[in-house]
């Protein structure tokens, strides 16, 4: 019998060359690439059994990860490496932006417990996160600041080793079980008490430690009349509190907080704030909060993030000197004269409106400035309420992040 | 302060072994498993004593020949019952666990304090299994016991392989729904997706030549040796069996560890 003037084992051991030659190609695709679902070895097996080309069709359409969510360099985490050996030894020395100004305390720039470089987190096309290079010196309460959206819990996953990043390393100069992490809004299970609770956490991350701690904890964290009733009747507030003991309860080296304050009352806020700042001398505490009176009360160390950027790092003291340029009008309105008389001199960089009387205004020449803003309102008989130097938190973060 | 940790003290340490205890005993789920066996073994054994009598009040109109009850009878009831609601609650009652990222708050709490994820699978894997055979076998308990008065003795000994044969299948079942629950994540999506994985073992039975070699044949097991089958007929599925459920279990921990929260 013959096809096309050919005999048919001729076209079948051309054909059965291409779908080796095909095979082949799949499978070297595999080896290069990132797969999902399976492991390799499974898709390998998949593609060579699998009935020709469906198992090679699958691996495309299921098993090989896209581009975006590749991870392209090699990501070292102490919590992926095995055994619990303490990594201090990977930290490299860093290039640290972290000026010399020196903070509300010594900052030993050398000692660093966590450290990110280049790490980037894909969703699809989204950058969760960019580029970011975190420095974290061990033993200082790092205050990390962003909208919603930022990639503030993002960050803090992928340091907690809950997520992968697509790209960059990540560097924790502590073992796994060596850092607390508390979520932004933990759950437990409902039937567990207070004490079951962290006494799991004691039990999986500090077994030497007594089971006394526990009770400690909790007393420590405000929950001593809750000790022995079920998590299930809970509130948030109190949940938090119970995340929080359980992060405190095997003594960590090192605390991820995720917005610990978030779902506290005004006293609870206060109450974790002042536990945090105890823990500053002791511990290094990375906390994520949108909440900027939080950070400036108990922070270090400060880092600005914004859409997936960390637009700022650095002791929080020079975080505000970089608003001494900027200050904060408020007359009687109406006030648009008055901007416009402003935007008008010399020295005037940014001159705004941002509710009716309030002008934020951004300066080149601060002397000059203060020198002649009297001369302008008095030109406008302006009736002053106030002018203050605008050396806020809110202040600098919105300049970073608007 | 010191009645506080004295009361602590007398407690037992929290375990995740002891977490999946409690999470039986406190939200019932032992009472689904030990429910659901035990009742069917008792149905099983009564319906099997009063098939006739049954028939006789109910199936009116209806013409049967009326034979006197076997033991066996009762268990290849309870084997027929139990292979199919049995394995739904136990499907139930093991993705209610295995499921641990179904709630991510949750899992983040006990992922970010163990040095790998693995290893919290250990314990509700292994506590599911011994749940669910401990259920099995009292139900094959009642159920021997109650037809040996209502009907007549059973042999031991094949009882007892045959409960060994159907604890090896729920070892199996277990780990199949382990290793969706890698795949899918959620409580209902693992029950839907395992039980179909259980049911298309016995439909993929059709094909004879691989009948002897499937997971789902030890379901009858217990059946088959009361009713004289020799052991050696189950080797090739236990084999299969003993593979299957180390593989699933290999995918479930590969899942699970690569999942991100």
């Known amino acids: 019998m013959e096809i096309g003037g050919q005999s048919v084992p001729a076209v079948l051991l051309v054909l059965g060359a291409l779908a080796l030659m095909v095979m082949a190609f799949v499978l070297a695709d595999l080896y290069r690439h990132d797969v999902k679902h399976l492991p390799k070895w499974a898709w390998a097996l998949i593609i060579v059994l699998g009935n020709f080309p469906l198992g090679a069709i699958a691996y495309f359409v299921l098993g090989r990860r896209a581009a975006g969510d590749e991870p392209t360099d090699p990501v070292d985490r102490s919590g992926d490496r095995a055994g619990d050996e303490p990594a201090t030894a990977a930290v490299r020395a860093l290039d640290t932006d972290l000026p010399s100004r020196p903070p509300r305390r010594p900052i030993d720039t050398s000692d660093i417990v966590v450290a990110t470089r280049a790490l980037s987190k894909l969703y699809g096309s989204a950058a969760a ?75 999986l991350t500090a077994p030497e430690l007594p089971s006394s701690r526990v009770d400690d904890v909790l007393v420590e964290v405000g929950l001593e009349q809750a000790i022995d009733r079920r998590v299930g009747g809970f509130s948030r507030g109190m949940l938090q509190r119970l995340g929080l003991a359980g992060c405190l309860v095997g003594d960590p080296e090192v605390l991820l907080l995720d917005e ?33 009176s939080d ?14 950027r960390l637009q700022f790092q650095g002791p929080l003291t020079e975080l505000l000197a970089r608003t001494s340029a900027t200050y904060s009008i408020h007359v009687r309105p109406p006030a648009d004269p008055i901007l416009e008389h402003l935007r008008r001199c010399a020295w005037t960089v940014e001159a705004t409106e941002h509710a009716p009387g309030r002008i934020h ?40 992040t608007s | 302060m010191t009645a506080v940790t004295d009361r602590s003290a007398r407690r037992p340490t929290m375990t995740l072994w002891r977490l999946e205890l409690l999470r039986l005993v406190r939200t019932h789920r032992w009472m689904i498993l030990f429910g659901v066996y035990t009742a069917l073994a008792v149905l099983s054994a009564l319906t099997a004593r009063y098939f006739n ?84 076998a009292t139900g094959t308990l009642v159920v021997s016991l109650l037809t040996e008065v209502l009907i007549g003795p059973l042999p031991f000994w094949r009882v007892l392989v045959g409960t060994v044969l159907g604890a090896c299948y729920l070892a199996f079942a277990v780990a199949v729904v382990a290793a969706v629950a890698g795949f899918t994540g959620g409580q209902a999506t693992t029950v839907f997706g395992a039980l179909g994985v259980l049911l298309a073992l016995p439909i993929i039975g059709l094909f004879e030549p691989i009948q002897a070699w499937l997971p789902s044949e030890l ?43």
């Not at chain 1, 005004?266 to 909440?291: C, F, M, N, Q, Y």
């Not at chain 2, 028939?55 to 268990?75: H, K, N, S, W």
């Not at chain 2, 052991?231 to 590969?254: K, Y």
């Open chain 1, 129 to 203: 996160l960019d580029a970011v290079e975190l420095v974290v010196p061990r033993g200082v309460t790092y205050g990390l600041i962003g909208p919603n959206g930022a990639g503030k819990t993002t960050l803090l996953s992928i340091l907690a080793g809950l997520r992968r990043p697509t790209r960059g390393t990540v560097e924790i100069a502590v073992p796994r079980t060596s850092m607390g992490v508390l979520v932004d809004t933990p759950q437990f299970e409902p039937w567990l008490t207070a004490r079951e609770a962290v006494d799991l956490a004691r039990h």
């Open chain 1, 260 to 292: 610990p304050s978030s779902a506290l009352d005004p006293a609870g806020r206060r109450e974790v704030l002042d536990l945090v700042g105890r823990l500053a001398h002791t511990k290094t505490v990375i906390l994520s909060t949108h909440i900027l």
């Open chain 1, 295 to 308: 950070v400036q009360q108990v922070a270090d160390v400060v880092g600005v993030i914004d859409h997936g």
């Open chain 1, 361 to 400: 205004l951004v300066v080149s020449d601060p002397a000059a400035a203060e020198a002649q803003v009297a001369a302008v309102l008095a030109e406008h008989d302006a009736r002053l309420v106030s002018f203050n130097p605008a050396t806020d938190l809110e202040t600098a973060f919105l300049e970073l």
């Open chain 2, 53 to 136: 009598e049954i028939m006789e009040r109910f199936g009116e109109g209806v013409e049967f020949t009326a034979t006197e009850p076997q033991p066996v009878d009762a268990i290849v009831q309870f084997v027929s019952n139990t292979s199919q609601i049995g394995v739904l609650a136990v499907v139930v009652v093991a993705a209610s666990s295995l499921t641990i990222d179904a709630k991510p708050e949750q899992a983040a709490f006990l992922r970010t304090k163990v040095t790998r994820p693995a290893h919290l699978l250990v314990a509700p894997y292994t506590m599911n299994v011994a749940a669910t055979c401990a259920a099995m």
């Open chain 2, 219 to 261: 379901v009858s097991g217990l059946a088959a040796m009361v009713d004289g089958a020799s052991f050696g007929e189950f080797v090739r599925s236990l084999l299969v069996t003993a593979l299957a459920t180390t593989g699933l279990l290999a995918v479930a921990v590969a899942r699970f560890e690569r999942r991100e929260l």
